[in-house]
């Protein structure tokens, strides 16, 4: 059947038409319909994974943490360093009394002698001058600090309070105390102050932690004043135990990667739980800024040198009286040491604890108590945290074999240099023992005091170990030598008993100290 052309739906057509069909019908169903309104997809939302926050152990601390700043009648910088304003020689007091420059320095300040020194002191009295130069108190240095007690004693570095008149605590709060500095340690970087509060209010405080249970990896908090910008909280972990930076004997730092910065000094790095691990003292900033390498003094060893600053304003130190040194693996083995550890005895001082318990140079300490000694380092950290008269027990390894002393330690006033000197004349050596010396790189002629060393050979294994002319050998193996014929007779002896090196102390003008030299040859 044909159809009309001109009376032929188009597709269009009938989906127009079905459209307006359908709504029609809808309309006839349901009445008018509501205003259509666009489609949106919601905003991004990640459901966050649970990780450690530090929120809560901050708020906790953060009350205990102050601000430290201390003011000194320092004067000047100017003045300080000696500053003057020279020009081809000549200076302001050459200039005329009228000169603007001179006018300039007399009325806004520069050298003393510009100043009007009689003017002022008409003008001033005593008091000095508005500009704050004598006896007037000036800000020398910041830091940080954390109350240690409810009643108000603060820890912070000595480095920051040294040389300080006046000290000044800044809470987190913003409330300015003043204190007073109780006593510092140089020795261990460490200080206490005590606020000065009349309403004897009760301060927040934090404890400090036992740190022989803090692990390389450990999350830490640090909390300070770094830059003067006040209570700045930053995070890390330990990275490293036991560091020694070289300041000073008791070196024995955390090395945590928390950012800390000048200002950051004297203040907490705290665990987990709040505690105190470690006191925030070093940085190492080629920069000047962090760089991920801070170094804390140990809660073990701040807790009994602030203890003993809060009661006496001093510290008392265990004294042992003896110079020691490392045992390198040269030097255990000429003495039949299994293992390179302990410290040498290079001299003990006269009438120190040592010396008069029958400690003797060329003794290697071993054990305190019982506890393995690792180096000097360990033990004089050990022994300077003993109560002087306390009585300890001392292993030593002398003559090939192990020997127990009792110490009563002594207290640690300052340093004491003993030097050994002889009283003998030696004897020469026979050409045989000369040349056996010379087999080893050296060549010696006697002394008053032992054997001076005449010569060394630079490719020998002595010049190797640090053994110049002008040195003086005093003992062999710890045998006391006067001629090259000792010295051979000594290593001989070694020899036979399977040693394959032999000790010799050496003294130069910067002390005294023993070095291992190998004796399988020659």
Known sequence: MSTNPAFRPTLKTVLKTTTVAGLAAVMLATGIPARVTDSFAEAVSVQAPQVASFADVVAAVSPAVVSVRVQSEAKPARDESGFSFNFGGRGFEDLPDDHPLKRFFREFGGPDEFHGDRDRGRRFGDRGDRRGRKGHLRPTSQGSGFFISEDGYIVTNNHVVNDGTAFTIVMNDGTELDAKLVGKDSRTDLAVLKVDEKDERKFTYVDFADDSKIRVGDWVVAVGNPF?????????????????????????????DAAVNRGNSGGPTFNLEGQVVGINTAIFSPSGGNVGIAFAIPASVAKGVVADLMKDGKVDRGWLGVQIQPVSRDIADSLGLADAAGALVVEPQADSPGAKAGIKKGDVITALDGEPVKDPRDLARRVGAIAPGTKVDVSVWRDGKSENLQVEIGTLEGEQIQAATGEEQAAPGSESSEQALADLGIVVTPSDDGLTVAEVDPESDASDRGLKAGDRITSVNNQAVKSADDVVKIINNARKDGRSKALFQVETNDGSRFLALPIDQG
């Open 228 to 256: 003067g910008l006040g209570g700045t909280v930053t995070a890390g972990i330990i990275s490293a135990r036991g560091r020694d930076i070289g300041s000073g004997p008791y070196d024995d730092y955390l090395q945590v």
